[in-house]
């Protein structure tokens, strides 16, 4: 008896089971496409592999005030831009309407929902009901080390050890998370901690567990860079990106600092790439640096001697970095069409 033929078994296999469990491998659902932070934040779609992955978790990591809630809403704002709904689990109670609407974010009850489970176990339960149900873009957990089981929320501290607990609580929720997710993206922060006495090797860990570390598609590593202060001698209108400096001057007031983004892991692209943005504690992200940055490394910009740089297509050279960002800030067509070389040039 011949055997039977592939297509016809997965057909009668997703009848019998009356639903889709073989598909297509050129069907949609399968790759339901990513989350794009746009032409200005290409630098930071370029280490990620072209944006934020749908259909699948990813996870920023980093030390405290690093910047990991901040890349979680403009994640969060380009999804809503999109056309996108966005639910953020506010583990932490953290959440500030005044801030995420500074970094871009539309906080309507129509785009935007924020969840506070009590434990652990409600928290998988409630966003796996939420994919299920309304298909949200983008769901946001804040944080994960946040969330604990319930188990340990209802016992005394000082007559039960809840030792390796959570862990096991989490393997499970991220194993039936990934299991129903297929259109969203599910992003996971994570707190930084050091073991102590650790003398050879990384002292750095998260919380979670090993399997936490499997189910991710992208881990993605935050950490501040440099602070940005306010000029001397220029006036106190902190809008514009042109009124900082990178290096901190003795008693500068701070405006903001670099915020570096790095791939530990991803499927999607080559890991271990970077990317730095300028960012202002008003919530304004400059990411002309990072782009800059790219067009140098593609050819598109090249450095001559005594710190010269010659544009594709421009006649005239520049001298010095700060005067090339300085003249790209201002010439709107001119960094477009630098945004559209590096995109050619990367593909």
């Known amino acids: ?30 790759e339901p496409g990513l989350i794009s932070l746009g032409s200005e934040m290409l630098a930071v779609d370029e280490i990620l592999g072209g944006g934020l992955p749908r259909g699948r978790t990813s996870m920023i990591i980093g030390e405290p005030s690093s910047g990991k809630t901040l890349l979680a809403q403009l994640f969060i704002a380009a999804a809503q831009r999109q056309g996108g709904t966005a639910v953020y689990i506010d583990a932490e109670h953290t959440y500030s309407r005044r801030w995420f609407e500074a970094t871009g974010v539309e906080c309507t009850k129509d785009k935007l929902s924020i969840g506070r489970p009590l434990y652990l176990e409600e928290a998988f339960d ?17 944080s994960l080390p946040a969330l604990l089981p319930k188990a340990l929320v209802e016992a005394e501290m000082m007559k039960q050890d809840f ?88 008693d500068a007031k701070k405006v903001g600092f670099m915020l570096r983004l790095r791939t530990d892991k ?67 067509e001119l960094r477009a069409s630098i945004i559209k070389a590096v995109r050619e040039a990367g593909r």
Request: glycine share 10%; proline share 5%; aromatic share 8%.
């Open 1 to 30: 008896m011949p055997p039977e033929p592939l297509e016809a078994f997965g057909e009668r296999f997703n009848k019998r089971a009356k639903r889709q469990v073989f598909f297509d491998p050129t069907d949609e659902i399968l």
């Open 126 to 142: 409630s966003i796996i009901e939420v994919i299920e149900k309304t298909s949200p873009a983008i769901v946001v957990i804040d």
């Open 163 to 250: 030792r390796g607990v959570f862990p096991r609580k989490v393997s499970e929720g991220i194993g039936k998370l990934t299991g129903a997710n297929m259109n969203t993206a599910v992003v996971i922060i994570n707190q930084m901690r050091v073991s102590m006495g650790v003398t050879f090797g990384n002292p750095e860990s998260i919380p979670g567990g090993l399997a936490l570390k499997h189910y991710v598609t992208m881990t993605i590593r935050v950490r501040r860079g440099r602070w940005l202060t306010a000029v001397a001698g220029v006036e106190n209108d902190l809008t514009a990106f042109g009124e900082v400096a990178e290096q901190p001057e003795k």
């Open 266 to 332: 991803n499927k999607m692209a080559s890991p271990w790439q970077e990317a730095e943005l300028r960012f202002k504690f008003t919530g304004a992200i400059d990411p002309l640096g990072s782009i800059v940055s790219l067009a140098i490394e593609r050819g598109i910009i090249v450095g001559g001697a005594a710190g010269y740089y010659r544009i594709t297509g421009y006649e005239h050279s520049v001298h010095g970095r700060e005067a090339l960002e300085k003249l790209l800030r201002g010439d709107v």
